[in-house]
């Protein structure tokens, strides 16, 4: 791989971390709710992406579907746990997506797995449990149970990815489209004073919405496309989990938040599991959202 797409890819890896603590601060300090976060996060996606929202034909359905939950479901999702749990347990348990999604591929597409791929998903699944099971992700266990659907709902849909014949910037419209179709009247229906919320910090929403939308969905997910069509997938993959540990690194020294060895333990055997997952070849699975199960 070239150094520069190597430099790239280590850029979108903090875009990425970054993302993480700036939604906490949102739903947390800023007092904003979950739901209408991630549907005006939507949104931005949608408005900026409008001009390839070109109807995907008579499978719209299933890109309605698959696109939501690579992106607006799971963020969602991603954003309510983020109100109790920190945002290094969230980027390990967030990792539980790449086992899972080879597990699903395993039920559904009839996926190969052979003993060593069989190691990393163990590897994966114990790491993650272990960092929840470490007294600083036990005190988050419901905010990370949340994290863990999340990660459930992006990896089923990273399942059915290869079935949907889109450009990126197109799915990514679409999945804008149909995820705030999806948030915005589940935000009405179960959350309140979201207006109030709002207009309490206009400057500092506008620029997490500026930052999460545009930077995170359209530049670095276009980016990080790009760099997957001249690159193979499975060299690609594992840089991307350079993601949680720049998490884990951000949310100790930025936000200060609490780090014992229990989590690292498990943050590093579920970064090795999910390593293991991604360099061994695959016929079904979409290994660019193998480690990131979401736009």
């Known amino acids: 791989m070239p150094f520069r797409d190597i430099a790239l890819l280590v850029l979108l890896c903090l875009i990425w971390a970054g993302n993480v603590l700036v939604s906490r601060l949102v739903v947390t300090d800023l007092g904003v709710p979950p739901l209408w976060y991630a549907a005006l996060r939507t ?34 999702l991603l954003f309510v746990g983020l109100q109790d749990a920190t945002a290094s347990s969230a980027a390990i348990v967030q990792l539980a997506g790449a086992p899972m999604t080879v597990l699903m591929a395993m039920v559904i597409l009839k996926e190969q797995v052979r003993w060593r791929r069989g190691i990393g998903i163990a590897m994966a699944l114990g790491g993650v449990i272990l960092a929840i099971a470490s007294p600083d992700g036990w005190e988050n266990s419901t905010g990370l149970l949340f994290v863990f659907a999340g990660a459930f709902v992006g990896a089923l849909g990273s399942v059915y990815l290869k079935t949907i014949e889109l450009s990126a910037l197109r799915m990514m419209a679409w999945a804008g489209f149909f995820s705030t179709a999806l948030l915005l009247p589940l935000s009405l229906l179960l959350e309140s004073g979201q207006v109030e919320a709002s207009l309490a910090v206009p400057v500092e929403l506008a620029g997490a919405l500026a930052f999460s939308g545009l930077v995170v969905s359209v530049f670095a997910h276009t980016v990080y496309f790009r760099i997957l069509q001249k690159n193979e997938a499975g060299v690609v993959a594992p840089i991307t989990l350079l993601t949680p540990v720049f998490t884990i690194l951000m949310g100790a020294t930025l936000a200060r938040e609490p780090v014992g060895l229990m989590m690292l333990a498990g943050a590093a055997l579920a970064v090795s599991g999910v390593l293991v997952i991604a360099v061994r070849p695959s016929k079904t699975i979409f290994k660019g959202l193998l480690v990131r199960p979401r736009l």
């Open 43 to 76: 949104v931005v996606v949608m408005v900026a992406l409008a001009p390839w929202l070109k109807w995907p034909g008579r499978d719209w359905w299933r890109v309605a579907l698959v696109t939501t939950a690579v992106s607006g479901g799971g963020f969602a």
